[in-house]
């Protein structure tokens, strides 16, 4: 079966768990099926044996004058069109120039114009206040580039994506799996009727078949999106084995670690009640905050009015080894999201020997079923189950000995394989038909 990935992220350019994700279904995927992958921007470390990979920054003119049907004005003729006001990840920092990139017919012709497509799609930030002008061009371009003799299904990750999976789909009439990782509603709340949101939702309703990575993710795509449930398959993310050693660290206190995105949707205010009522009654204690976003100065700033800032170490964003080695120090890991469709750190954690105080409303809950789970508004809760994790070595090791337990059926390889049984019903069907 030969199939056509699209994704946004793909490591060592990653911003967030999507990138992981795409990863490890790809690197699983790859002895099942045969796989096409585009991708916005690709680094040479990127290699994957027996997958091919596109990106979009490595195109030159040549290439895709040659791979392509319509010239580059005509490709980009829509992405002018797009609102730049629209700023849906607002956490990402940066200055944008909202001048067209694509400003007269005579440019598009010229040599700088792959150029301009490159730093649409820079390495070191794939969202940015332009998103919506780069998922617009992507689809453009990805579209062109998917030779249908090429592929049986299209397999696109997340909102990001799902414009490119949609006119391929338009333009071959190839059958589309939209995988989804996380909604709007998750990042902006239930009640988003915004841009991303509508868009999410026309994508989804023409997709042939829908993957979740968790139960509550489903819950969403039929509470807010209106989804057919018979459309959508559950398959959970997996995680890669790592062997690992506990390390010490030169404080006396002990780690609390909180890791992700600063944003509304990790439920940050949570975490700061939740540590206040911790330090009442269990002083020797540090919350460690790996990570950034929109709220980050607020949380800062928070701690700092309430005479917490001692209580708190922020490391700011962590690579892959800076966070592997803070959670082999780590004590208690804490998701207090108010809504997480998986959480792949709580997994990681739970590798390195950490017991998880996990949010209800996550995806990470329904497969660490040991962990200690409250609803995400109940910070009393949350502290007696770290303060119990902190003081208590039995619970502690208990805990910790379960999520290693559940760790065991959790892989990349399993979640490979029920990605492949949906594959296959799309063909049965379409045989069938």
Do not use: C
Request: proline share 4%.
């Amino acid at each position: 079966m030969n199939v056509l990935m699209l994704g946004w992220e793909f490591p060592p350019l990653v911003n967030g768990g999507l990138g992981v994700a795409t990863y490890g279904i790809v690197k699983a995927l790859r002895s099942l099926v045969d796989i096409k992958l585009i991708i916005p921007s690709f680094d040479p470390a990127a290699i994957v044996d027996k997958v091919n990979i596109i990106g979009i920054n490595n195109l030159d003119r040549k290439y895709l004058m040659k791979n392509s049907s319509l010239h580059l004005d005509q490709l980009l003729h829509d992405v002018q069109r797009i609102p730049l006001s629209i700023s849906p990840y607002h956490y990402i920092n940066q200055l944008v120039d909202t001048k067209s990139t694509f400003e007269t017919t005579e440019a598009l012709r010229t040599k700088e114009t792959m150029e301009r497509i490159r730093t649409l799609f820079p390495p070191h930030d794939m969202y940015g206040v332009d998103v919506m002008r780069k998922t617009s061009l992507f689809a453009a371009l990805a579209n062109e580039l998917a030779n249908p003799v090429d592929y049986d299904i299209i397999h696109a990750h997340d909102w990001v994506t799902f414009s490119a999976g949609i006119k391929i789909k338009e333009r071959t009439g190839k059958p589309l799996v939209l995988h989804v990782h996380a909604l709007e509603t998750d990042r902006a709340g239930a009640s988003t009727r915004n841009a991303i949101y509508q868009l999410e939702k026309d994508a989804l309703d023409q997709a042939d078949r829908i993957l979740a990575v968790s139960h509550f993710t489903k819950e969403q795509l039929l509470q807010h999106y209106h989804q057919d449930p018979q459309k959508i398959s559950v398959v959970h993310n997996g995680i890669d084995p790592v062997s690992f050693e506990r390390k010490s660290h030169i404080l006396k206190d002990k780690y609390v670690v909180f890791l992700g995105r600063i944003t509304h949707q990790k439920g940050p205010e949570f975490l700061l009640e939740t540590a206040e009522k911790v330090t009442r009654v269990y002083p020797r204690v540090k919350f460690v905050v790996a990570g950034t976003g929109d709220q980050f100065a607020h949380l800062l700033e928070t701690t700092a009015y309430k005479k917490m800032g001692n209580k708190f170490i922020f490391t700011g964003f962590l690579t892959k080894e800076k966070v592997d080695e803070l959670l082999a120090m780590a004590d208690v890991y804490f998701m207090p999201s108010v809504s997480e469709p998986f959480g792949l750190t709580a997994l990681e954690a739970a590798q390195h020997g950490v017991p998880g105080v996990l949010s209800k409303a996550s995806g990470a809950s329904e497969v660490l079923s040991g962990s200690l789970q409250a609803d995400f508004w109940d910070t009393s809760k949350y502290a007696n189950y770290i303060y119990a994790l902190l003081k208590y070595d039995v619970l502690h090791k208990e805990v910790s000995r379960q999520a290693s337990r559940e760790l065991e059926g959790l892989t990349w390889e399993h979640t490979a394989k029920k990605i492949l049984d949906v594959y296959s019903a799309i063909n049965a069907k379409a045989i069938k038909n």
